[in-house]
């Protein structure tokens, strides 16, 4: 297991736009650097689902309603990922929590930052 820490959620108008920051500090950059990471989205009353993914070598991957606006992204050595959120809309909304893939397939996760977009 990976310790992760997101930040950067939080309050937003429709067509507004947040960061949001995932840091695995106690990971050493051996074990952070083959993981694939991704950041999932849960709403009230509806299942988690995948937003986007990034590999190791930095191929995407996103889910369709957020193609387009949303971007991930990573840095190695800061041990970092990043979804930057442009466009936002009200459906949007949800708790957003990063993950970690081992290549084994083992998971970690994130306590989940709350982003609320309001129309």
């Known amino acids: 297991q990976v310790p992760l820490v997101e930040s950067g959620g939080g309050l937003v108008q429709a067509g507004g736009s947040l960061r949001l920051s995932c840091a695995a500090p106690r990971a050493i950059t051996s074990v952070f650097n083959p993981m694939t990471m991704a950041w999932y989205r849960q709403a009230p009353g509806k299942e988690r689902e995948l937003v986007a993914n990034?590999?190791?070598?930095?191929?995407?991957n996103y889910a369709d309603s957020v193609a387009g606006r949303f971007t991930i992204s990573r840095d190695n050595s800061r041990k970092r990922v990043y979804l930057q959120m442009n466009n936002l809309k009200s459906e949007d909304t949800a708790v957003y929590y990063c993950?970690?893939?081992?290549?084994?397939?083992?998971?970690?996760w994130g306590q989940g930052t709350q982003v609320t977009v309001s129309s």
């Open positions: 990034i590999t190791r070598l930095h191929n995407t």
């Open positions: 993950a970690a893939i081992s290549p084994s397939r083992l998971i970690s």
